[in-house]
């Protein structure tokens, strides 16, 4: 097994910051400094920054969370962040982001090859978002949104919306891009600020009746359907 993938399933960190750990070469193999060709075999020594890699026993891991405003989507050692809220007794990684301010379905896993396959924008999963606004919302605002804007040289990718019944400040919005703050810059560019910015979907993973700063296992039902979606 390659030295990345080894560490990203060793629960250290996630196989992405492993690549970066063996690019600034603070991991060695039996004494020599790590590439990212370096094969891992039983038996090898492996340190980093000079202290030596201690293998947890790997038991998947999937689960779905609530997310509350304030929580940081990062796995780093910094207040508020996402796995010291949840707790978990596995070295978790959140797939993708939700930005601090806003709340909902978001993510975690300990199979770090599952996180690029469906966080990566490049392959168009849907992501579903309920949005309320400062003001009621104008049906040419959802027409313009659902075309495609540009944003700052970039153009949005065609979206589903549509306005919440009996509300007038509340819309719904499906994405398959996933644009840095991409909800909240579409609003500004209307002169609309965010109210409150909840994700309710992740492909076919639903926030249902999940309470806010609760997670739960994802069953094997909802587990299958998303395994077959990712093939």
């Given at each position: 097994?390659?030295?990345?993938?080894y560490i990203g399933h060793s629960g250290y960190t996630s196989r992405r910051k492993a690549c970066v750990l063996i690019d600034e070469k603070k991991v060695t193999v039996n004494g020599k400094t790590a590439t990212f060709s370096t094969l891992v075999k039983a038996g090898d020594?492996?340190?980093?920054?000079g202290k030596e890699l201690q293998v947890k026993d790997f038991v998947p891991t999937?689960?779905?969370?609530?997310?509350?405003?304030?929580?940081?989507?990062?796995?780093?050692?910094?207040?508020?962040?996402?796995?010291?809220?949840?707790?978990?007794?596995?070295?978790?990684?959140?797939?993708?982001?939700?930005?601090k301010d806003s709340e909902?379905?978001?993510?975690?896993?300990?199979?770090?090859?599952?996180?690029d396959k469906i966080a990566n924008p490049?392959?168009?999963?849907?992501?579903e978002y309920i949005v309320t606004l400062n003001f009621p919302?104008?049906?040419?605002f959802l027409k313009e949104i659902s075309e495609g804007i540009t944003l700052q040289k970039e153009k949005t990718k065609p979206c589903v919306v549509s306005l919440e019944?009996?509300?007038?400040?509340?819309?719904?919005?499906?994405?398959?891009?996933?644009?840095?703050?991409?909800?909240?810059?579409?609003?500004n560019?209307?002169?609309?600020?965010?109210?409150?910015?909840?994700?309710?979907?992740?492909?076919?993973?639903?926030?249902?009746k999940l309470k806010l700063g609760e997670w739960r296992d994802l069953t094997e039902d909802e587990l299958m359907e998303l395994f077959l979606a990712l093939k």
């Open positions: 097994m390659k030295i990345d993938k020594v492996i340190l980093i920054d999937y689960i779905m969370y609530n997310k509350p405003k304030g929580i940081e989507c990062t796995s780093e050692k910094i207040a508020d962040n996402i796995i010291d809220a949840i707790g978990h007794a596995q070295n978790i990684y959140p797939i993708g982001r939700l930005d909902g379905l978001i993510l975690l896993t300990n199979h770090t090859e599952l996180i490049e392959y168009g999963h849907e992501k919302v104008r049906k040419q019944p009996n509300a007038k400040r509340i819309f719904r919005i499906t994405l398959t891009q996933g644009l840095n703050r991409q909800i909240r810059r579409m609003c560019a209307y002169d609309y600020q965010v109210i409150k910015l909840q994700r309710v979907r992740i492909m076919n993973i639903k926030l249902g």
